[in-house]
């Protein structure tokens, strides 16, 4: 079935480049995305991607998608300490819905 | 402003009872959901529905049942059959060209 994995935890110094990493097993996703969820509130869409780009870019989000081995990543430039969340992948199925992965937890250290 | 609204933001309940969370939104799109999460966890589909009248059970459907009388509610009711209720409740929309989707601010149910 299909399945999501990401990497539990990620620890960078503010300032520094962080990239979080996720696998994926549905080949037919159309769109991929990257979610943000801070302390007791609801996941935020910070950026999706199409999955006949290889990149996208955001300000300081890069997105980069490798089709082949299905692996998807964010990479966060100049990472602040608001940075600091849980960060979910995501992808589009045929019926509509999202697989979500567990979740990064990114901790940026001052 | 759009957006998605959940209330409440905490629930506590006895055991056995059940309860109903509400989820509204005005961004006017068809497909509604709801997900479940637990601590450290990812997010699991409780049910979802594409069009109003119409729902399908997720991957946890068993003690929840949900309605879709109009297009903006999508409420969920937590029965006395589900054995592990406690948890973090969150409703999401979709209906943009990506079909992304957007979330509620969750509800906190703790049932004591």
Same mark, same amino acid.
């Given at each position: 079935g299909e399945d999501v994995e990401q990497s539990l935890f990620l620890s960078v110094r503010e300032g520094d480049s962080s990239v979080i990493n996720?696998?994926?097993?549905?080949?037919?996703?159309?769109?991929?995305?990257?979610?943000?969820?801070?302390? %007791?509130? %609801?996941?935020?869409?910070?950026?999706y991607i199409f999955s006949n780009m290889d990149m996208k870019q955001d300000q300081r989000l890069t997105v980069l998608l490798n089709k082949k081995d299905k692996h998807l990543s964010l990479r966060i430039?100049?990472?602040?300490? %608001?940075?600091?969340a849980i960060y979910f992948c995501a992808e589009s199925i045929y019926t509509g819905k999202l697989i979500f992965g567990q979740g990064t937890t990114l901790q940026v250290k001052p | 402003d759009g957006g998605i609204t959940q209330s409440p933001k905490y629930l506590f309940r006895k055991e056995g009872q059940n $309860?109903?969370?509400?989820?509204?939104?005005?961004?006017?799109?068809?497909a509604?959901?709801?997900?479940?999460?637990?601590?450290g966890q990812g997010l699991?589909?409780?049910?979802?529905?594409?069009? $109003? &009248?119409?729902?399908?059970?997720?991957?946890?459907?068993?003690?929840?049942?949900v309605s879709r009388e109009k297009k903006e509610s999508f409420?969920?009711?937590v029965t006395s059959a589900q054995k592990n209720p406690t948890a973090f409740y969150l409703c999401a929309?979709?209906?943009?060209?990506? &079909?992304?989707?957007?979330?509620g601010p969750g509800t906190r149910l703790t049932v004591l």
């Open positions: 996720c696998t994926y097993t549905d080949s037919s996703s159309t769109y991929l995305y990257w979610y943000k969820q801070e302390p %007791g509130a %609801g996941l935020q869409l910070l950026t430039a100049d990472t602040q300490t %608001g940075d600091s | $309860v109903t969370l509400s989820c509204e939104q005005n961004l006017n799109h068809d509604m959901y709801w997900y479940r999460q637990d601590p699991r589909l409780i049910y979802y529905s594409q069009i $109003v &009248n119409d729902f399908q059970k997720g991957d946890i459907a068993e003690g929840y049942s409420p969920l009711t929309s979709s209906g943009g060209l990506a &079909n992304e989707q957007f979330f």
